[in-house]
Protein backbone atom coordinates (compact mmCIF):
# COMPACT_ATOMS: atom_id res chain seq x y z
CA UNK A 1 0.00 0.00 0.00
CA UNK A 2 2.66 2.33 0.73
CA UNK A 3 4.31 2.04 -2.76
CA UNK A 4 0.98 3.26 -4.51
CA UNK A 5 1.41 6.74 -4.42
CA UNK A 6 5.05 6.49 -5.76
CA UNK A 7 3.30 4.43 -8.91
CA UNK A 8 0.52 6.87 -9.49
CA UNK A 9 3.09 9.76 -9.28
CA UNK A 10 5.13 7.75 -11.79
CA UNK A 11 2.36 7.23 -13.79
CA UNK A 12 1.18 10.87 -14.15
CA UNK A 13 4.87 12.25 -14.59
CA UNK A 14 5.25 10.30 -17.41
CA UNK A 15 2.11 11.35 -19.35
CA UNK A 16 2.68 14.94 -18.52
CA UNK A 17 6.24 14.56 -20.08
CA UNK A 18 4.99 12.44 -23.14
CA UNK A 19 2.04 15.28 -23.43
CA UNK A 20 4.85 18.20 -23.22
CA UNK A 21 6.70 16.13 -25.58
CA UNK A 22 4.36 16.31 -27.91
CA UNK A 23 3.53 19.74 -27.61
CA UNK A 24 6.86 20.73 -27.71
CA UNK A 25 7.30 17.99 -31.13
CA UNK A 26 4.08 19.71 -33.09
CA UNK A 27 5.74 23.22 -32.45
CA UNK A 28 8.81 22.34 -33.57
CA UNK A 29 7.57 20.70 -36.58
CA UNK A 30 5.20 23.48 -37.21
CA UNK A 31 8.18 26.14 -36.99
CA UNK A 32 10.30 23.80 -39.23
CA UNK A 33 7.67 23.67 -41.82
CA UNK A 34 7.55 27.58 -41.14
CA UNK A 35 11.31 28.44 -42.06
CA UNK A 36 10.72 25.61 -45.18
CA UNK A 37 8.16 27.92 -46.28
CA UNK A 38 9.70 31.23 -46.20
CA UNK A 39 13.19 29.23 -47.22
CA UNK A 40 11.37 27.94 -50.32
CA UNK A 41 9.48 31.86 -50.89
CA UNK A 42 12.91 33.48 -51.00
CA UNK A 43 14.37 30.85 -53.44
CA UNK A 44 11.29 31.70 -55.42
CA UNK A 45 11.20 35.16 -55.13
CA UNK A 46 15.12 35.38 -56.33
CA UNK A 47 14.16 33.78 -59.72
CA UNK A 48 12.46 36.33 -61.99
CA UNK A 49 9.34 35.60 -63.26
CA UNK A 50 8.35 34.24 -66.79
CA UNK A 51 5.87 35.76 -68.41
CA UNK A 52 3.98 34.44 -71.58
CA UNK A 53 2.97 35.82 -74.75
CA UNK A 54 -0.51 37.56 -75.22
CA UNK A 55 -0.41 37.99 -71.16
CA UNK A 56 -2.88 40.65 -70.30
CA UNK A 57 -1.56 43.47 -67.12
CA UNK A 58 -4.72 43.31 -64.98
CA UNK A 59 -5.51 46.52 -62.92
CA UNK A 60 -6.99 45.90 -60.03
CA UNK A 61 -7.11 48.87 -58.34
CA UNK A 62 -7.96 48.71 -54.92
CA UNK A 63 -8.48 51.18 -52.00
CA UNK A 64 -7.03 54.76 -52.21
CA UNK A 65 -4.42 55.94 -54.97
CA UNK A 66 -1.62 57.59 -53.01
CA UNK A 67 1.79 58.70 -53.57
CA UNK A 68 3.01 56.69 -51.08
CA UNK A 69 1.95 53.46 -49.18
CA UNK A 70 1.33 54.34 -45.17
CA UNK A 71 2.56 51.06 -44.34
CA UNK A 72 5.22 48.81 -46.46
CA UNK A 73 5.26 47.36 -49.90
CA UNK A 74 5.70 43.91 -48.56
CA UNK A 75 2.58 44.40 -46.65
CA UNK A 76 0.41 45.41 -49.81
CA UNK A 77 2.02 42.34 -51.80
CA UNK A 78 1.23 39.79 -49.26
CA UNK A 79 -2.58 41.02 -49.28
CA UNK A 80 -1.95 40.32 -52.90
CA UNK A 81 -1.02 37.25 -52.93
CA UNK A 82 -3.22 36.33 -50.19
CA UNK A 83 -6.41 37.41 -52.46
CA UNK A 84 -7.20 40.24 -50.05
CA UNK A 85 -7.52 43.83 -51.82
CA UNK A 86 -5.03 46.09 -50.49
CA UNK A 87 -6.12 49.68 -48.58
CA UNK A 88 -4.17 51.31 -51.03
CA UNK A 89 -2.74 51.16 -54.49
CA UNK A 90 0.45 53.45 -54.85
CA UNK A 91 0.57 55.13 -58.09
CA UNK A 92 4.18 54.85 -58.46
CA UNK A 93 3.62 51.01 -59.35
CA UNK A 94 0.83 52.02 -61.66
CA UNK A 95 2.91 54.46 -63.75
CA UNK A 96 5.91 52.40 -63.80
CA UNK A 97 4.19 49.28 -64.58
CA UNK A 98 2.23 50.59 -67.13
CA UNK A 99 5.38 52.73 -68.88
CA UNK A 100 6.97 49.03 -69.00
CA UNK A 101 4.19 46.79 -69.72
CA UNK A 102 3.75 49.11 -73.41
CA UNK A 103 7.58 48.45 -74.44
CA UNK A 104 7.02 44.38 -73.45
CA UNK A 105 6.12 42.00 -75.84
CA UNK A 106 4.49 39.43 -73.91
CA UNK A 107 1.84 42.05 -72.59
CA UNK A 108 -1.11 42.41 -75.35
CA UNK A 109 -3.21 44.44 -72.99
CA UNK A 110 -4.13 45.70 -70.03
CA UNK A 111 -7.69 45.04 -68.38
CA UNK A 112 -9.22 47.98 -66.03
CA UNK A 113 -11.39 46.47 -62.67
CA UNK A 114 -11.89 49.26 -60.73
CA UNK A 115 -14.83 47.85 -58.27
CA UNK A 116 -12.42 48.34 -55.06
CA UNK A 117 -11.08 51.55 -56.19
CA UNK A 118 -12.55 54.06 -53.25
CA UNK A 119 -10.10 56.94 -53.63
CA UNK A 120 -7.79 59.57 -55.50
CA UNK A 121 -8.18 63.08 -56.69
CA UNK A 122 -8.02 64.57 -60.10
CA UNK A 123 -4.17 64.65 -60.21
CA UNK A 124 -3.50 61.44 -59.33
CA UNK A 125 -6.48 59.75 -61.98
CA UNK A 126 -5.13 62.38 -64.59
CA UNK A 127 -1.82 60.92 -63.65
CA UNK A 128 -3.02 56.61 -64.45
CA UNK A 129 -5.19 58.48 -67.34
CA UNK A 130 -1.99 59.73 -69.11
CA UNK A 131 0.17 56.01 -68.43
CA UNK A 132 -2.75 54.67 -69.93
CA UNK A 133 -2.79 56.70 -73.44
CA UNK A 134 1.08 56.27 -73.30
CA UNK A 135 0.48 52.83 -73.54
CA UNK A 136 -2.73 53.13 -76.31
CA UNK A 137 0.12 54.72 -78.29
CA UNK A 138 2.24 51.69 -78.36
CA UNK A 139 -0.55 50.23 -80.37
CA UNK A 140 -2.03 47.90 -77.67
CA UNK A 141 -5.42 48.40 -76.15
CA UNK A 142 -6.92 48.66 -72.62
CA UNK A 143 -10.14 47.34 -71.55
CA UNK A 144 -11.94 48.16 -68.56
CA UNK A 145 -15.14 46.51 -66.68
CA UNK A 146 -17.31 47.20 -63.85
CA UNK A 147 -20.09 45.89 -61.91
CA UNK A 148 -20.73 49.35 -61.56
CA UNK A 149 -18.69 53.24 -62.13
CA UNK A 150 -18.35 55.45 -59.01
CA UNK A 151 -17.59 58.87 -60.16
CA UNK A 152 -13.41 58.19 -59.93
CA UNK A 153 -13.87 54.91 -60.95
CA UNK A 154 -15.27 55.45 -64.10
CA UNK A 155 -12.94 58.48 -64.73
CA UNK A 156 -10.52 55.78 -65.34
CA UNK A 157 -12.37 53.77 -67.17
CA UNK A 158 -13.44 55.96 -69.74
CA UNK A 159 -9.70 56.60 -70.76
CA UNK A 160 -10.36 52.52 -72.30
CA UNK A 161 -10.77 51.28 -76.08
CA UNK A 162 -14.00 49.74 -74.67
CA UNK A 163 -15.83 50.03 -71.64
CA UNK A 164 -18.37 47.22 -70.63
CA UNK A 165 -20.56 47.43 -67.21
CA UNK A 166 -22.81 44.59 -65.93
CA UNK A 167 -26.10 44.29 -66.77
CA UNK A 168 -27.30 45.00 -63.75
CA UNK A 169 -25.02 47.90 -62.87
CA UNK A 170 -24.84 51.47 -63.19
CA UNK A 171 -22.43 54.61 -64.06
CA UNK A 172 -22.75 57.30 -60.98
CA UNK A 173 -21.89 60.53 -62.24
CA UNK A 174 -23.05 63.60 -59.22
CA UNK A 175 -20.57 65.83 -59.76
CA UNK A 176 -18.58 67.03 -56.56
CA UNK A 177 -19.98 69.46 -53.39
CA UNK A 178 -21.89 68.76 -50.37
CA UNK A 179 -22.52 69.47 -46.72
CA UNK A 180 -20.86 69.43 -43.48
CA UNK A 181 -21.36 69.71 -39.68
CA UNK A 182 -21.48 72.74 -37.95
CA UNK A 183 -21.05 72.34 -33.98
CA UNK A 184 -21.31 76.23 -32.16
CA UNK A 185 -24.33 75.55 -30.70
CA UNK A 186 -23.85 71.57 -29.92
CA UNK A 187 -20.23 73.04 -28.09
CA UNK A 188 -22.50 75.76 -26.29
CA UNK A 189 -24.57 72.98 -24.82
CA UNK A 190 -22.05 71.33 -23.32
CA UNK A 191 -19.88 74.49 -21.89
CA UNK A 192 -17.30 74.52 -24.77
CA UNK A 193 -15.72 77.94 -25.15
CA UNK A 194 -13.83 77.45 -29.10
CA UNK A 195 -11.12 80.71 -28.64
CA UNK A 196 -10.39 81.01 -32.76
CA UNK A 197 -7.68 83.29 -34.04
CA UNK A 198 -6.91 83.53 -37.85
CA UNK A 199 -5.18 85.45 -40.40
CA UNK A 200 -6.98 85.10 -44.07
CA UNK A 201 -11.01 85.77 -44.44
CA UNK A 202 -11.16 82.41 -46.72
CA UNK A 203 -9.29 80.50 -44.09
CA UNK A 204 -12.95 78.83 -43.33
CA UNK A 205 -10.85 75.03 -41.31
CA UNK A 206 -12.01 76.60 -37.58
CA UNK A 207 -15.58 77.54 -39.26
CA UNK A 208 -17.19 74.31 -38.22
CA UNK A 209 -16.09 74.89 -34.46
CA UNK A 210 -17.69 78.71 -34.61
CA UNK A 211 -20.52 78.93 -36.57
CA UNK A 212 -23.65 76.95 -37.52
CA UNK A 213 -23.35 77.28 -40.81
CA UNK A 214 -20.53 78.00 -43.61
CA UNK A 215 -19.78 81.54 -44.27
CA UNK A 216 -20.02 83.64 -47.56
CA UNK A 217 -16.81 84.45 -47.81
CA UNK A 218 -16.10 80.44 -47.50
CA UNK A 219 -19.03 78.96 -49.95
CA UNK A 220 -17.68 81.96 -52.51
CA UNK A 221 -14.34 80.67 -52.67
CA UNK A 222 -15.79 76.89 -52.41
CA UNK A 223 -18.03 77.56 -55.40
CA UNK A 224 -15.35 78.91 -57.48
CA UNK A 225 -12.80 75.94 -56.98
CA UNK A 226 -15.73 73.43 -57.69
CA UNK A 227 -16.96 74.71 -60.81
CA UNK A 228 -13.55 74.58 -62.05
CA UNK A 229 -12.47 71.09 -61.04
CA UNK A 230 -15.76 69.90 -62.32
CA UNK A 231 -15.32 71.50 -65.62
CA UNK A 232 -11.90 69.57 -65.91
CA UNK A 233 -13.34 66.29 -65.08
CA UNK A 234 -16.36 66.28 -67.48
CA UNK A 235 -14.33 68.06 -70.21
CA UNK A 236 -11.55 64.96 -69.39
CA UNK A 237 -14.05 62.59 -69.78
CA UNK A 238 -16.14 63.88 -73.07
CA UNK A 239 -13.23 63.66 -74.47
CA UNK A 240 -12.19 60.48 -74.19
CA UNK A 241 -15.04 58.84 -74.37
CA UNK A 242 -15.61 61.09 -78.10
CA UNK A 243 -18.84 62.72 -76.24
CA UNK A 244 -19.97 66.46 -77.60
CA UNK A 245 -19.25 69.14 -74.68
CA UNK A 246 -21.78 69.42 -72.09
CA UNK A 247 -23.29 65.90 -72.49
CA UNK A 248 -22.54 65.07 -69.09
CA UNK A 249 -23.87 68.08 -67.68
CA UNK A 250 -27.02 67.45 -69.55
CA UNK A 251 -27.58 64.41 -68.62
CA UNK A 252 -27.28 64.74 -64.93
CA UNK A 253 -29.88 68.11 -65.80
CA UNK A 254 -32.73 65.55 -67.69
CA UNK A 255 -31.55 62.18 -65.97
CA UNK A 256 -35.14 61.47 -63.97
CA UNK A 257 -36.62 61.80 -67.44
CA UNK A 258 -33.66 60.25 -69.36
CA UNK A 259 -34.22 57.35 -66.31
CA UNK A 260 -37.75 57.20 -66.60
CA UNK A 261 -37.41 56.14 -70.16
CA UNK A 262 -35.59 53.01 -69.47
CA UNK A 263 -38.13 51.79 -66.70
CA UNK A 264 -34.96 52.59 -64.54
CA UNK A 265 -32.33 50.14 -66.00
CA UNK A 266 -29.25 52.37 -64.82
CA UNK A 267 -27.20 49.80 -67.40
CA UNK A 268 -29.11 50.61 -70.43
CA UNK A 269 -29.00 54.26 -69.74
CA UNK A 270 -25.37 54.33 -69.51
CA UNK A 271 -25.15 52.32 -72.84
CA UNK A 272 -27.57 54.94 -74.71
CA UNK A 273 -25.80 57.77 -73.18
CA UNK A 274 -22.66 56.15 -74.90
CA UNK A 275 -20.68 55.78 -71.16
CA UNK A 276 -20.31 52.57 -71.98
CA UNK A 277 -19.67 50.12 -75.17
CA UNK A 278 -21.51 46.98 -74.11
CA UNK A 279 -23.27 45.25 -70.98
CA UNK A 280 -21.54 41.75 -69.86
CA UNK A 281 -21.62 39.72 -66.54
CA UNK A 282 -18.29 39.02 -65.74
CA UNK A 283 -17.87 35.30 -67.19
CA UNK A 284 -18.94 37.11 -70.72
CA UNK A 285 -16.18 39.59 -70.11
CA UNK A 286 -13.58 36.99 -69.30
CA UNK A 287 -15.07 34.57 -72.33
CA UNK A 288 -14.09 37.55 -74.47
CA UNK A 289 -10.80 38.12 -73.13
CA UNK A 290 -9.94 34.46 -73.68
CA UNK A 291 -10.88 34.68 -77.11
CA UNK A 292 -8.69 37.72 -77.81
CA UNK A 293 -5.47 36.86 -75.97
CA UNK A 294 -5.47 33.26 -74.20
CA UNK A 295 -6.46 31.03 -71.73
CA UNK A 296 -4.61 30.17 -68.56
CA UNK A 297 -2.67 27.12 -68.42
CA UNK A 298 -3.64 27.28 -64.51
CA UNK A 299 -6.84 27.93 -65.23
CA UNK A 300 -8.87 26.77 -68.55
CA UNK A 301 -11.85 29.24 -67.26
CA UNK A 302 -10.11 32.54 -67.17
CA UNK A 303 -7.64 34.69 -69.73
CA UNK A 304 -3.76 34.84 -68.75
CA UNK A 305 -3.15 37.53 -66.75
CA UNK A 306 -0.49 39.09 -64.30
CA UNK A 307 -1.83 41.46 -61.50
CA UNK A 308 -0.28 44.47 -60.73
CA UNK A 309 1.88 43.99 -57.97
CA UNK A 310 3.71 40.92 -59.31
CA UNK A 311 4.09 42.60 -62.56
CA UNK A 312 6.21 45.21 -60.56
CA UNK A 313 7.98 42.80 -58.58
CA UNK A 314 9.65 41.47 -61.39
CA UNK A 315 10.29 44.67 -62.92
CA UNK A 316 14.52 44.78 -62.70
CA UNK A 317 15.78 47.92 -59.91
CA UNK A 318 16.39 51.50 -61.30
CA UNK A 319 20.04 51.63 -62.20
CA UNK A 320 22.11 54.96 -61.88
CA UNK A 321 19.61 57.39 -61.21
CA UNK A 322 20.32 60.60 -60.90
CA UNK A 323 16.79 62.25 -60.14
CA UNK A 324 15.56 62.23 -56.93
CA UNK A 325 12.14 61.70 -55.93
CA UNK A 326 10.97 62.98 -52.29
CA UNK A 327 6.80 62.23 -51.38
CA UNK A 328 5.28 64.76 -48.47
CA UNK A 329 1.91 62.89 -48.59
CA UNK A 330 -0.38 63.19 -45.31
CA UNK A 331 -0.55 65.99 -42.57
CA UNK A 332 2.70 67.40 -41.66
CA UNK A 333 3.91 67.24 -38.22
CA UNK A 334 6.83 68.83 -36.64
CA UNK A 335 9.16 66.08 -35.90
CA UNK A 336 8.70 62.76 -37.47
CA UNK A 337 6.04 60.56 -38.68
CA UNK A 338 5.60 57.45 -40.22
CA UNK A 339 4.85 56.91 -43.80
CA UNK A 340 1.19 58.04 -44.64
CA UNK A 341 2.31 61.53 -42.70
CA UNK A 342 4.89 63.86 -43.05
CA UNK A 343 7.10 65.09 -40.52
CA UNK A 344 8.90 68.10 -40.48
CA UNK A 345 12.43 66.71 -39.54
CA UNK A 346 12.25 63.49 -41.12
CA UNK A 347 11.11 65.19 -44.30
CA UNK A 348 14.04 67.33 -44.30
CA UNK A 349 16.49 65.00 -43.53
CA UNK A 350 15.53 63.06 -46.72
CA UNK A 351 16.03 65.61 -48.82
CA UNK A 352 19.14 66.47 -47.16
CA UNK A 353 20.18 63.15 -47.70
CA UNK A 354 19.51 63.75 -51.81
CA UNK A 355 21.18 66.97 -51.45
CA UNK A 356 24.72 65.37 -49.95
CA UNK A 357 24.47 62.25 -52.76
CA UNK A 358 27.13 63.11 -55.50
CA UNK A 359 25.27 60.65 -57.79
CA UNK A 360 21.84 62.73 -57.58
CA UNK A 361 22.21 65.80 -59.48
CA UNK A 362 18.17 66.75 -59.02
CA UNK A 363 15.28 66.51 -56.70
CA UNK A 364 11.83 66.20 -57.13
CA UNK A 365 9.45 67.32 -53.87
CA UNK A 366 6.09 65.44 -54.11
CA UNK A 367 3.15 66.77 -52.35
CA UNK A 368 -0.21 65.30 -51.19
CA UNK A 369 -0.57 67.08 -48.61
CA UNK A 370 -3.42 69.26 -46.54
CA UNK A 371 -0.37 70.90 -44.22
CA UNK A 372 -0.35 70.83 -40.65
CA UNK A 373 2.33 72.56 -38.11
CA UNK A 374 3.76 75.67 -39.24
CA UNK A 375 6.83 74.81 -37.61
CA UNK A 376 7.20 71.34 -39.45
CA UNK A 377 6.56 73.08 -42.89
CA UNK A 378 8.82 75.63 -42.19
CA UNK A 379 11.53 73.16 -41.78
CA UNK A 380 10.70 71.27 -45.11
CA UNK A 381 10.99 74.44 -46.89
CA UNK A 382 14.40 75.93 -45.61
CA UNK A 383 15.81 72.42 -46.34
CA UNK A 384 14.59 72.60 -50.36
CA UNK A 385 16.00 75.95 -50.34
CA UNK A 386 19.50 74.78 -49.10
CA UNK A 387 19.10 71.92 -52.01
CA UNK A 388 18.67 74.78 -54.56
CA UNK A 389 21.33 77.33 -53.49
CA UNK A 390 23.96 74.29 -53.12
CA UNK A 391 23.54 73.99 -57.05
CA UNK A 392 20.81 70.73 -57.36
CA UNK A 393 17.81 71.87 -58.86
CA UNK A 394 14.16 71.31 -57.15
CA UNK A 395 11.19 71.24 -58.62
CA UNK A 396 8.13 70.91 -56.33
CA UNK A 397 5.02 68.33 -58.31
CA UNK A 398 2.01 68.86 -56.70
CA UNK A 399 -0.60 66.34 -56.88
CA UNK A 400 -3.98 65.97 -55.71
CA UNK A 401 -3.90 68.30 -53.09
CA UNK A 402 -0.92 71.18 -51.85
CA UNK A 403 -2.46 73.13 -49.85
CA UNK A 404 -1.73 75.58 -46.81
CA UNK A 405 1.50 74.11 -45.23
CA UNK A 406 1.66 71.89 -48.35
CA UNK A 407 1.95 74.78 -50.26
CA UNK A 408 4.41 76.11 -47.74
CA UNK A 409 6.73 73.54 -48.24
CA UNK A 410 7.09 74.43 -52.02
CA UNK A 411 8.60 78.03 -51.57
CA UNK A 412 12.34 76.96 -51.82
CA UNK A 413 11.95 75.43 -55.64
CA UNK A 414 13.14 76.45 -58.15
CA UNK A 415 10.08 75.45 -59.81
CA UNK A 416 6.25 74.60 -58.99
CA UNK A 417 3.96 72.50 -61.30
CA UNK A 418 0.69 71.20 -60.45
CA UNK A 419 -2.08 68.87 -62.08
CA UNK A 420 -5.05 71.69 -63.44
CA UNK A 421 -7.43 70.03 -60.52
CA UNK A 422 -4.92 70.10 -57.99
CA UNK A 423 -6.31 71.74 -54.76
CA UNK A 424 -3.50 74.44 -53.46
CA UNK A 425 -3.48 77.61 -52.26
CA UNK A 426 -5.29 77.98 -48.62
CA UNK A 427 -2.08 80.97 -47.70
CA UNK A 428 -3.41 81.30 -43.92
CA UNK A 429 -3.28 80.29 -40.64
CA UNK A 430 -5.35 79.70 -37.61
CA UNK A 431 -5.22 78.94 -33.80
CA UNK A 432 -7.43 76.98 -31.56
CA UNK A 433 -7.72 76.75 -28.58
CA UNK A 434 -11.10 75.71 -26.18
CA UNK A 435 -11.48 76.75 -22.42
CA UNK A 436 -14.02 74.34 -20.54
CA UNK A 437 -15.00 76.54 -17.62
CA UNK A 438 -18.57 76.63 -18.72
CA UNK A 439 -18.63 73.24 -19.00
CA UNK A 440 -17.04 72.32 -15.05
CA UNK A 441 -19.67 75.10 -13.99
CA UNK A 442 -22.59 72.72 -15.51
CA UNK A 443 -21.36 69.24 -13.43
CA UNK A 444 -20.23 71.46 -10.43
CA UNK A 445 -16.41 71.48 -10.66
CA UNK A 446 -14.59 74.30 -9.23
CA UNK A 447 -11.25 75.20 -10.17
CA UNK A 448 -8.21 77.10 -8.23
CA UNK A 449 -4.49 76.85 -7.96
CA UNK A 450 -1.44 78.74 -7.25
CA UNK A 451 1.56 79.92 -10.06
CA UNK A 452 4.26 82.09 -10.14
CA UNK A 453 2.94 84.19 -13.54
CA UNK A 454 0.36 85.01 -14.89
CA UNK A 455 1.15 83.03 -18.03
CA UNK A 456 1.50 80.25 -16.26
CA UNK A 457 -2.12 79.57 -15.32
CA UNK A 458 -3.51 81.50 -18.08
CA UNK A 459 -2.37 78.21 -20.55
CA UNK A 460 -4.97 76.24 -18.73
CA UNK A 461 -7.86 75.18 -20.30
CA UNK A 462 -10.25 74.98 -17.03
CA UNK A 463 -10.24 78.36 -16.91
CA UNK A 464 -11.65 81.65 -18.82
CA UNK A 465 -8.69 82.36 -21.62
CA UNK A 466 -6.60 85.39 -19.93
CA UNK A 467 -7.25 88.31 -22.66
CA UNK A 468 -3.47 89.21 -22.69
CA UNK A 469 -2.91 85.42 -23.86
CA UNK A 470 -5.71 85.92 -26.77
CA UNK A 471 -3.86 88.58 -27.93
CA UNK A 472 -0.35 86.92 -28.15
CA UNK A 473 -1.84 84.30 -30.19
CA UNK A 474 -3.65 86.21 -32.22
CA UNK A 475 -0.43 88.26 -32.65
CA UNK A 476 1.71 84.67 -33.16
CA UNK A 477 -1.03 83.76 -35.71
CA UNK A 478 -0.60 86.96 -37.80
CA UNK A 479 2.82 87.55 -37.30
CA UNK A 480 3.26 83.51 -39.26
CA UNK A 481 0.79 84.49 -41.82
CA UNK A 482 2.68 87.47 -42.77
CA UNK A 483 5.99 85.43 -42.88
CA UNK A 484 3.81 83.08 -45.20
CA UNK A 485 2.96 85.55 -47.46
CA UNK A 486 6.62 87.16 -47.28
CA UNK A 487 8.19 84.19 -48.72
CA UNK A 488 5.38 83.44 -50.83
CA UNK A 489 6.35 86.54 -52.84
CA UNK A 490 10.02 86.20 -52.47
CA UNK A 491 9.41 82.92 -54.15
CA UNK A 492 6.81 83.99 -56.54
CA UNK A 493 9.04 87.18 -57.60
CA UNK A 494 6.14 89.09 -56.05
CA UNK A 495 5.38 91.39 -53.54
CA UNK A 496 3.31 90.56 -50.01
CA UNK A 497 0.53 93.10 -50.86
CA UNK A 498 0.11 91.20 -54.36
CA UNK A 499 0.16 87.68 -52.78
CA UNK A 500 -2.16 88.82 -50.19
CA UNK A 501 -5.11 89.84 -52.63
CA UNK A 502 -4.50 85.68 -54.06
CA UNK A 503 -3.71 84.37 -50.52
CA UNK A 504 -6.34 85.22 -47.46
CA UNK A 505 -6.99 81.30 -47.00
CA UNK A 506 -8.82 80.52 -50.18
CA UNK A 507 -8.08 77.37 -52.14
CA UNK A 508 -7.58 77.41 -55.38
CA UNK A 509 -7.68 74.76 -58.48
CA UNK A 510 -3.69 74.11 -60.26
CA UNK A 511 -5.42 76.30 -63.11
CA UNK A 512 -6.71 78.66 -61.04
CA UNK A 513 -2.90 79.23 -59.27
CA UNK A 514 -1.33 79.60 -62.54
CA UNK A 515 -3.62 82.29 -63.72
CA UNK A 516 -3.27 84.00 -60.02
CA UNK A 517 0.54 83.18 -60.32
CA UNK A 518 1.23 80.64 -57.16
CA UNK A 519 2.65 78.37 -59.22
CA UNK A 520 4.64 78.33 -62.55
CA UNK A 521 3.09 75.63 -64.92
CA UNK A 522 0.47 72.58 -65.31
CA UNK A 523 2.03 69.27 -65.63
CA UNK A 524 2.21 66.25 -63.19
CA UNK A 525 5.01 64.14 -61.94
CA UNK A 526 5.83 62.93 -65.47
CA UNK A 527 7.08 66.49 -66.36
CA UNK A 528 8.26 67.45 -62.95
CA UNK A 529 11.14 65.03 -63.22
CA UNK A 530 11.91 65.88 -67.02
CA UNK A 531 11.76 69.55 -65.87
CA UNK A 532 14.09 68.50 -62.71
CA UNK A 533 16.72 67.36 -65.12
CA UNK A 534 16.61 69.43 -67.81
CA UNK A 535 17.78 71.86 -64.96
CA UNK A 536 20.52 69.94 -64.42
CA UNK A 537 21.35 69.32 -67.57
CA UNK A 538 21.24 65.43 -67.60
CA UNK A 539 21.03 63.87 -71.00
CA UNK A 540 18.68 60.52 -72.02
CA UNK A 541 16.13 58.67 -70.41
CA UNK A 542 16.14 59.59 -66.47
CA UNK A 543 15.05 57.08 -64.54
CA UNK A 544 13.33 58.50 -60.74
CA UNK A 545 15.06 56.95 -57.98
CA UNK A 546 12.52 57.48 -54.20
CA UNK A 547 14.43 58.19 -51.35
CA UNK A 548 12.39 57.28 -48.13
CA UNK A 549 12.82 56.55 -44.92
CA UNK A 550 13.63 52.81 -43.83
CA UNK A 551 12.99 50.79 -41.31
CA UNK A 552 15.98 50.75 -38.70
CA UNK A 553 17.36 48.35 -36.54
CA UNK A 554 15.96 44.43 -36.72
CA UNK A 555 12.68 46.19 -38.35
CA UNK A 556 15.41 46.93 -41.07
CA UNK A 557 16.04 43.16 -41.27
CA UNK A 558 12.76 41.61 -41.26
CA UNK A 559 10.99 44.18 -43.89
CA UNK A 560 14.50 42.97 -45.57
CA UNK A 561 13.65 39.31 -45.53
CA UNK A 562 9.79 39.65 -45.48
CA UNK A 563 9.94 41.99 -48.44
CA UNK A 564 11.64 38.99 -50.42
CA UNK A 565 9.53 36.66 -49.01
CA UNK A 566 6.59 38.92 -50.33
CA UNK A 567 7.99 38.91 -53.89
CA UNK A 568 8.12 35.63 -54.18
CA UNK A 569 4.62 34.63 -52.75
CA UNK A 570 3.34 37.35 -55.02
CA UNK A 571 4.89 36.17 -58.23
CA UNK A 572 4.94 31.84 -57.55
CA UNK A 573 3.14 30.62 -54.48
CA UNK A 574 -0.73 31.78 -54.59
CA UNK A 575 -3.40 33.06 -52.01
CA UNK A 576 -3.64 29.72 -50.13
CA UNK A 577 -1.46 30.35 -46.93
CA UNK A 578 -3.26 30.89 -43.91
CA UNK A 579 -0.14 31.68 -41.35
CA UNK A 580 1.00 34.23 -44.14
CA UNK A 581 -2.90 35.94 -43.59
CA UNK A 582 -2.42 35.89 -39.69
CA UNK A 583 0.89 37.53 -39.92
CA UNK A 584 -0.42 39.90 -42.37
CA UNK A 585 -3.63 41.12 -40.25
CA UNK A 586 -1.59 40.94 -37.20
CA UNK A 587 1.23 43.83 -38.65
CA UNK A 588 -1.88 46.10 -40.07
CA UNK A 589 -3.35 46.01 -36.33
CA UNK A 590 0.07 47.01 -34.47
CA UNK A 591 0.59 49.87 -36.69
CA UNK A 592 0.76 53.00 -35.23
CA UNK A 593 -2.53 55.37 -35.60
CA UNK A 594 -1.43 59.35 -35.61
CA UNK A 595 -4.37 62.18 -34.83
CA UNK A 596 -3.35 65.07 -37.01
CA UNK A 597 -2.25 67.34 -34.78
CA UNK A 598 -1.17 65.19 -32.13
CA UNK A 599 2.67 66.08 -33.28
CA UNK A 600 2.00 69.63 -32.04
CA UNK A 601 0.50 68.95 -28.86
CA UNK A 602 3.62 70.65 -26.69
CA UNK A 603 2.83 73.68 -28.81
CA UNK A 604 1.42 76.03 -26.08
CA UNK A 605 -0.01 78.26 -28.91
CA UNK A 606 -1.25 75.73 -31.57
CA UNK A 607 -0.89 77.47 -34.71
CA UNK A 608 -1.63 76.00 -38.08
CA UNK A 609 -1.09 76.16 -41.63
CA UNK A 610 -3.77 73.35 -42.38
CA UNK A 611 -6.96 73.05 -45.22
CA UNK A 612 -9.96 71.29 -44.45
CA UNK A 613 -10.34 70.36 -48.21
CA UNK A 614 -9.29 66.80 -49.10
CA UNK A 615 -12.93 65.91 -49.88
CA UNK A 616 -12.34 65.36 -53.70
CA UNK A 617 -10.18 62.39 -52.33
Not at 379 to 384: A, K, S, T, Y
Amino acid sequence: MASRPGIVRRFFGGLWWLLDFSRRLVLNLLFLALLVLLGVAWWVGSRPAHLQEKTALVLNLSGELVEQYSGSSSEAMLADALGERPRETQLRDVLRALDAAAADPQIARVVLILDDLSGGGLASLREVAAALQRFRQSGKEVVAWGSSFAQRQYYLAAQADQVYLHPMGRVVITGIGGNGLYFKDALDKLGVTMHAFQAGKFKSAIEPLVRNQPSREALEADQAWMNDYWNGWTADVERARKLPAGSIVGMIDALPQRLAATQGDGARLALEEKLVDGLKTRDEFRALLIGRGAPDEGDKGTFRQVSLLAYVAQLPQQQGAQVAVVVAQGEILDNDAPQGLIGGRATAELIRKARDDEDIKAVVLRIDSPGGSAFGSELIRREVELTRKAGKPVVASMGDLAASGGYWITMGADEVLADAGTITGSIGVFGVLPTFEKTLDKVGVGVGGASTSWLAAASSPLTPMDKRLAEMVQLSVGQIYQQFITLAAQARGSTPEKINEVAQGRVWTGQQARAAGLIDGIGGLHEAIARAAARAQLSGEVKPVYIERGPRGLERWLSLFFGRVAAGVVQHVGPEVPFLRDVLAQRAAAAPALRVFEGARDDPLRTYAFCFCAGVR
